[in-house]
């Protein structure tokens, strides 16, 4: 059993109920989450073999080209599907700590005005650092062939796809979830879980913040060095902004704005498919990009320190030992055993008749006061 005693955010599964055994809890809950996602997809496969077999066409999963991820159903379905991120991530808190709420912020929940106020924060500095990087490498020739469409010469005319209003609404309603989902999974469950097996307080900032980040940026697939820099720098930065405030939230929304701007700027210039299968940038577009999520990681810091967010969660005493109807609390058996004898001697001094006087019926008055 560990001391009681506030932890921070990396630590708020390592509390005093702790077992060693308690972070396989958790696995065993992501694995059976992730049991069960396979599992519908097979039996997708299935309903798609009777089908055939019986004449009737449905979705051919083994027929997914690039082209169908940046339609609106393939990103409705990639985004939904990354959002699972979120459940699963509140599942397997509760599994290990009885608490899922944990994972959003050391209060247990979600404190909505870091997360909104964090998400216009972000929008109000990254709109304008993205689209002038844009013009900057523009002008002086960089990143041409980096495959967005916004690092075209010139930011007008716009020059939108077809359909893409639906595409736009479909971004809007479903990539914070996706955004949240990613950081849910990685900088919320998995640096919990990875911080509850360790003992040291920088250690359990250090080491989680590294391994998420590294996870974050590999599981974007093949990438140059530059692009996976840029990823992995996000991840850290999101990680700090996680221990600084105690939550996920201005972490959800440094994700958030970062992706909303991104996939926005791809719809206005018809290069969703380019920015959403990128596998390498220029060195200049690598570290503008890395330049610009410094300088918001700064300022939402500054402001989240002028919120002065709760940094730590604090356990309340665990009750002691004892049978059924045994009282709650440390004090509880101490108030109980006063009552027993203050009741005695309410019940001597009534057969004695109130015209007694003297130190017991001081002590007695002094008993009803307090």
Request: proline fraction near 8%; glycine fraction near 12%.
């Amino acid at each position: 059993m560990l001391p009681d005693g506030p932890r921070e955010y990396p630590q708020a599964l390592r509390g005093p109920w702790f077992r060693w055994w308690r972070p396989l809890l958790g696995l065993v809950a992501i694995g059976a989450c992730i049991a069960l996602v396979f599992g519908a997809m097979l039996l997708y496969a299935l309903v798609w073999l009777v089908a055939s077999a019986l004449g009737t066409q449905l979705p051919d999963p083994s027929t997914v080209t690039d082209a169908w991820f940046v339609s609106p159903a393939g990103l409705l379905v990639t985004n939904l599907g990354l959002a699972l991120g979120i459940p699963l991530a509140l599942v397997a808190t509760w599994a290990q700590a009885r608490r899922g709420g944990l994972v959003s912020s050391v209060l247990g929940r979600v404190r909505w005005r870091l997360l909104l106020g964090g998400l216009g924060v972000s929008l109000l500095l990254l709109a304008p650092l993205t689209v002038g990087s844009s013009i900057l490498m523009a002008q002086f020739g960089a990143g041409a062939d980096a495959g967005s469409g916004a690092d075209d010469p010139g930011l007008w005319p716009l020059t939108p796809a077809s359909g893409w209003l639906v595409l736009a609404l479909v971004i809007l309603l479903t990539t914070p979830l996706q955004a949240a989902g990613e950081e849910y999974f990685f900088r919320g469950w998995l640096t919990q879980w990875i911080g509850s097996l360790l003992r040291w307080r920088w250690v359990a900032l250090i080491v989680p913040a590294v391994v998420t980040a590294v996870l974050f940026a590999m599981a974007h697939g093949a990438q140059s060095p530059w692009l996976f820099a840029d990823r992995l720098v996000f991840g850290l930065v999101a990680s700090l902004l996680v221990w600084r405030t105690g939550g996920l939230e201005v972490a959800v929304a440094l994700h958030v704005a970062n992706n909303l701007i991104a996939f926005g700027l791809a719809i206005a210039y018809d290069g969703l498919e380019d920015s959403l299968l990128i596998t390498e940038v220029a060195p200049a577009e690598g570290a503008v990009s890395i330049a610009g999520t410094l300088v918001t990681t700064a300022v939402l810091l500054w402001w989240a320190r002028r919120r002065k967010p709760t940094l730590v969660v604090t356990d309340p005493p665990a009750p002691p030992p004892g049978p059924p109807g045994w009282a709650q609390g440390a004090g509880a058996p101490v108030a109980a055993l006063s009552g027993v004898v203050a009741g005695q001697a309410g019940t001597m001094a009534a057969q004695h008749g109130p015209a007694q006087h003297g130190p017991a019926q001081h002590e007695r008055a002094q008993g009803e006061t307090a």
